[in-house]
């Protein structure tokens, strides 16, 4: 079992992420969640920062966590460290003396401390029992069922197992050979391309790439993805984004989302970013647009995500996709980005 420290304030986004290189993702607490096992792929996810082994739960004061420390089985040699995280600052506590009650307690057990250089570094994250309430926020799907924390609030202690890459999250789009505004932060478009299930080995389509954003974090995590836009300086600007910023292959085209030139079920995933109602950069209208492009997503793949400034949910389903789930990401107080994972369906439409 392990626990995962969760990226951002939007849990249930984060843990459905997760679920796509973990398994029996369960958040726990505000910020947290436990997974049975860790898949391939798992330090490409974008909004989880690190995964530990764990050791238990318990509350989220440091006696109790020194108890639980103190009891624990421990199958490990070599020299430690600890860190501790006051997880979104909710639990009220010293990170500090959190780090040298529970190291005393490994010394007491006969470990060497090495904080430069530790074998294991054992986390203590802390989480306070008044944001549970984001840990049921918003919930649309059951597949992944929140246990709130106790009325102490939470800590889990854990060996750490991996960290993910973070290095993409640092690169922005502003960096980049060609930008517009608008353009998609790395984190979501990695999250996206993610629950797209792009990895290696599979070919990812968006159809209405722009400046390249999702195509970048597609082949990042392994993915061979293939752009194309109706606008020839988007298709110039995410060739010069991806030969700039990608090793690896990739294809980029000119051409209408409603006409991909991709034959039937021959890829993975479609993620797109559909224009937003008030963009100005749109022939004919947006509803049919939108439709024939999730149609002839529909056609070529078997998963998409979609992302828009309005639920394409109706739209979807009416071209045989099912809505696996979906969620919404606040870009600024008159945007709101909604994001539906898609599923073939297979009863013929
Ligand atoms: C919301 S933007 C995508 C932004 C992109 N995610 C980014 O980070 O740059 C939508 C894109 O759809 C393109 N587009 C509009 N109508 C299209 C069509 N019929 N076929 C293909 N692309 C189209 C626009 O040129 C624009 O680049």
Redesign the pocket.
Known sequence: MYVLELVGQDDRFAAAEAATAASDVTPIAAGLATARGLDDGFETLALTHRAAELVGTTDASLDSAAVLLEAAGIDRDGTVAVRARDVRSTAGIDTQAAERRLGQVLVDRGFEVDLEDPDHVLQAFFAGADDASAVDADRDTADIEPVAPGDDGLCALGWLAVETDRDFADRQ?TDRPFF?P???DPAL?RALVNLAGAGPGTTVL?????????LLEAGRVGATPIG????RK?VRGAGENLRALLDGQWHVYR????RVPIADDSIDAVVF????GR?S???GDLDT?VAD?LAEARRVAARAVVVGDRPWNDAAESVGWTVESTFQRRVHRSLVRHVAILQSRTDGV
């Open positions: 789009p517009q608008g353009s998609m478009a968006d159809p209405m790439c722009g400046t390249g954003g999702l194309g836009d109706a606008q988007m051409g209408d989302a409603g970013d559909a224009p937003y963009q950069k749109i022939e647009l492009a």
